[in-house]
């Protein structure tokens, strides 16, 4: 079992201690359902943000999350890897409680006010007002599980304890149980990452807790009413590849919802900024050229459109572009460092040729058809040409290019690399009639610094190479060269 927040917080000291406390605050019992239904409510009467971090789906996935959670239905979350889905499930613990009452010691995460266990009913009716009362933080009321063949209905509802047994007690006595996983998230949020992976068998351990809300356990005559949130995930293909959910269990959940990934250009950008981890600076148009990549590739016929690309394929592709970057400005620094004379060091900015590299670091994260193998760097590379031509006709429409033209139209060439430096590019180029205002739709402002204008550079370069008004050729050390087309 995991929680998103692996340092359990500490209850304010202005909490009820005793159940007599609890009482006289007001305090009512409400289901896991009850509580996240009038969270959700008051959030959105607030207009407060209902599913941070969660970026394409507003009105399409969460209108239909907000109802099923209204409903009070468990919920199964069906779409292609990458599409958020444990994501969106996780953020659901947010909308608990902040502080909840539990007895102190229960394994169940018992309230004070509704106890389940024998134990815990002769605790209370003993203590009475005077019983103590701990408090749970919702980051301690969300459990998950991901999916694997070889889990087992005691991983996941409990089995008999030999230990206990040792120790004395009968086989009839219900403490000789060692609760399994979802009762132990009892009062909160359970989550099956990758249900159809489990067992038929281990699946059907699971219709209680789904119908009934409670649990069997080997020949005990146990009644647990338990009181959580089931919420599982699946990839639809999974039906029929690895596994599937069997028919009774898809029948208990109340909501099937279907994900999806982002459906425009703007939302795949937002989710690039959102979740990269970028070490070095990547100018926008750059981003887009690796968002329009990633949409291509999804949509590309060569591959697999029953795995789908993955959300991550871009995030990995802005970071691994990022890296590029910074791996060369940190050769041109030791190259530039080996003189006496001080040179201004190299700051690492992505230019549109460093995303090159993806085509073999990531072609892994990819699916491709069957006839295509051994294609599948080309194919990339195909689609990251076509991706970077989009984008310089969506960036640079209108604009007149004639001064990066005129540059190699008496023979001139203009070399560029993964270790040119900026100052080596700018400097091949000159003053450039236009470039200030290629600048300007770039986004980089009025004073960009020399390594955003050799971005803008490059990829002015390679735009009119891939719509034929430069030539290019790509020399043994691996430095690109434009130049004319004769």
Same mark, same amino acid.
């Given at each position: ?51 941070? !971090?969660?970026? %394409?789906?507003?009105? /399409?996935? &969460?209108?239909?999350?907000?109802? @099923? =959670? $209204?409903?009070?239905?468990?919920? +199964?979350?069906? !779409?292609?890897? %990458?599409?958020?889905? /444990?994501? &969106?499930?996780?953020?659901?613990? @947010? =909308? $608990?409680?902040?502080?909840?009452? +539990?007895?102190? !010691? ?381």
């Amino acid at each position: 079992m995991t929680a998103p927040n692996p340092v359990t917080p500490v209850p304010p000291a202005d909490l009820p201690r005793t159940l007599g406390a609890l009482r006289a605050a007001g305090h009512r019992y409400r289901t896991v359902k009850q509580e996240l239904r009038d969270n959700l409510i008051a959030r959105m009467r607030a207009g407060a943000d209902r599913f941070p !971090g969660i970026v %394409g789906y507003e009105d /399409t996935v &969460l209108p239909e999350v907000e109802r @099923a =959670l $209204l409903a009070g239905h468990d919920v +199964v979350l069906l !779409g292609e890897r %990458g599409q958020g889905k /444990t994501r &969106l499930i996780r953020s659901l613990a @947010a =909308l $608990l409680d902040e502080w909840t009452p +539990v007895i102190p !010691g229960s394994v169940l995460n018992e309230h004070p006010l509704h106890p389940l266990t024998p134990a815990s009913r002769a605790q209370v009716a003993e203590a009475g007002d005077d019983l103590p009362v701990g408090w749970l933080h919702r980051s301690m009321r969300y459990g998950e599980k991901l999916a694997t063949p070889d889990t087992s209905v005691g991983d996941l509802i409990g089995d008999v304890d030999p230990i206990r047994i040792a120790e004395g007690r009968t086989l009839g006595d219900p403490e000789t149980i060692h609760f399994g996983l979802v009762p132990r998230t009892n009062r909160g949020i359970f989550a099956v990452n990758e249900l159809p992976d489990l067992a038929e068998r281990i699946q059907v351990a699971l219709l209680n807790v789904l119908e009934e809300r409670d649990i069997q356990v080997r020949g005990y005559q146990l009644r647990l009413p338990l009181d959580l949130l089931l919420v599982a995930s699946a990839n639809p293909e999974d039906y029929t590849n690895r596994g599937r959910i069997i028919t009774p269990l898809k029948d208990r959940f109340g909501a099937e919802i279907r994900t999806h990934y982002p459906v425009d250009l703007e939302l795949e950008l937002a989710l690039i900024r959102q979740e990269s981890d970028l070490v070095a600076e990547v100018p926008e148009h750059v981003l887009e050229v690796l968002a329009r990549f990633a949409r291509a590739v999804r949509e590309s016929p060569s591959v697999d459109p029953r795995s789908g690309v993955s959300a991550r394929f871009a995030i990995a592709a802005a970071e691994t572009v990022a890296a590029a970057a910074l791996r060369r400005a940190a050769l041109i620094g030791a190259a530039s460092g080996s003189g006496d004379e001080a040179v201004r060091p190299e700051v690492p900015v992505a230019r549109v040729g460093d995303a090159v590299s993806v085509t073999s670091t990531l072609r892994g994260k990819v699916e491709f058809e069957s006839g295509e193998e051994g294609r599948e760097i080309e194919i990339l590379a195909h689609l990251l040409r076509t991706a970077t031509a989009e984008t310089f006709r969506a960036r640079l429409a209108g604009l007149d290019l004639s001064g990066f033209t005129d540059l190699v139209a008496e023979g001139t060439v203009i070399e560029t690399g993964e270790l040119v430096g900026s100052a080596d590019l700018l400097r091949q180029v000159g003053t450039v009639p236009g470039l200030a205002k290629v600048l300007d739709r770039l986004g980089m402002g009025d004073a960009p610094t020399p390594e955003e204008a050799a971005a803008g550079v490059e990829f002015v370069l390679e735009g009119l190479h891939l719509t034929r008004r430069l030539g290019k050729d790509v020399t043994d050390t691996g430095r690109t060269v434009y130049g004319g087309r004769g």
